[in-house]
């Protein structure tokens, strides 16, 4: 069983008509959970009702929440939810929020010195108590696993650039490949060689891209490997890139074959997005049937 710590935001997505708790890592996390990695979260919440719910939601999963850290200053994190006409989300983030305020200490330490792995993304760094926290932890020796998860304004390039060149494996959309290969001047339009020039900056020799109906990339084990995607019924995306995270860096850390596991992956990710919210239960049976349609 794979033991893989997620570093990071945990917060209320405020949807037009209801709110759900939601944020990457917590999102990350909650898939690992469901699919058999014990997992540690390491974020940081208000005193407060928000707070209280996120922590008996975590507790409800059967989850340990005693990485998440209670801050009586600052609120629980809240982000407002826009859907466009084809059901994508876009989002404002309210700041500051206590997720930027998760500090280090010997509890903190040890959860990633005993893990296998550490998911963290750029959103965490926008406050630098979080920021220097995470980068401690990084100097950790375990697997690091970098998913973007840009939101602007809340990073720049140049952090986006050290955070990859700390990770042992990148996960972007092709989105953000876009632009992080206009900000390297990578001069080329082909996904995979964009991939492998992203690899040559970086040191990383692990990239995944997700190209959202169209499936995803994974270059790993100096191989490329491509998924199509699956099609479904979308009725929004929210947490489906973190569900597809889940999914292949579990598979990853168990060493299965990298194809076998980003088909895996992406009908997991394909399934999140044709229900409401980020954290439905996937029956495995849903999963086998998206697959014997590749």
């Known amino acids: 069983m794979p033991v893989i710590t997620c570093f990071g935001e945990t917060l209320w997505d405020i949807f037009p008509k209801e709110k759900k708790i939601g944020g990457a890592p917590?999102?990350?996390?909650?898939?690992?959970?469901?699919?058999?990695?014990?997992?540690?979260?390491?974020?940081?919440?208000?005193?407060?009702?928000?707070?209280?719910?996120?922590?008996?939601?975590?507790?409800?999963?059967?989850?340990?929440?005693?990485?998440?850290?209670?801050?009586?200053?600052?609120?629980?994190?809240?982000?407002?939810?826009?859907?466009?006409?084809?059901?994508?989300?876009?989002?404002?983030?309210?700041?500051?929020?206590?997720?930027?305020?998760?500090?280090?200490?010997?509890?903190?330490?040890?959860k990633v010195r005993s893990s296998d792995a550490i998911i963290f993304g750029s959103l965490a760094c926008r406050s630098a108590t979080s920021k220097n926290t995470l980068f401690t932890l990084l100097n950790e020796k375990v697997f690091k696993v970098f998913d973007a998860n840009l939101r602007p304004p809340h990073y720049s390039h140049e952090l986006v650039l050290e955070l990859m060149k700390k990770a042992d494996f990148i996960k972007l959309n092709d989105e953000e490949l876009d632009e992080i290969c206009e900000f390297l001047s990578i001069d080329t339009q082909s996904v995979q060689k964009q991939i492998l020039e992203l690899s040559i900056h970086t040191g990383c020799r692990n990239i995944c891209i997700t190209l959202g109906k169209?499936?995803?990339?994974?270059?790993?084990?100096?191989?490329?490997?491509?998924?199509?995607?699956f099609k479904v019924v979308v009725k929004d995306t929210v947490g489906a890139g973190d569900s597809f995270l889940a999914s292949l860096i579990h598979q990853f850390l168990l060493g299965k074959d990298p194809q076998d596991a980003l088909n895996y992956s992406c009908a997991i990710g394909s399934l999140v997005a044709s229900k409401s919210g980020a954290n439905q239960v996937i029956p495995e049976d849903e999963i086998q049937d998206l697959l014997a349609k590749l």
């Not at 407002?80 to 059901?87: I, P």
């Open 214 to 229: 169209n499936g995803a990339i994974l270059f790993a084990e100096q191989k490329m490997y491509r998924n199509p995607g």
């Open 26 to 110: 917590l999102n990350v996390a909650c898939r690992l959970h469901a699919i058999g990695s014990r997992v540690h979260l390491i974020s940081r919440v208000g005193q407060d009702e928000h707070g209280a719910k996120i922590l008996k939601y975590l507790e409800h999963q059967g989850m340990i929440s005693d990485g998440v850290q209670i801050d009586e200053t600052h609120v629980t994190g809240l982000v407002h939810v826009r859907l466009d006409s084809s059901n994508t989300a876009s989002y404002t983030i309210e700041k500051p929020a206590a997720w930027d305020f998760i500090s280090i200490d010997d509890q903190t330490l040890y």
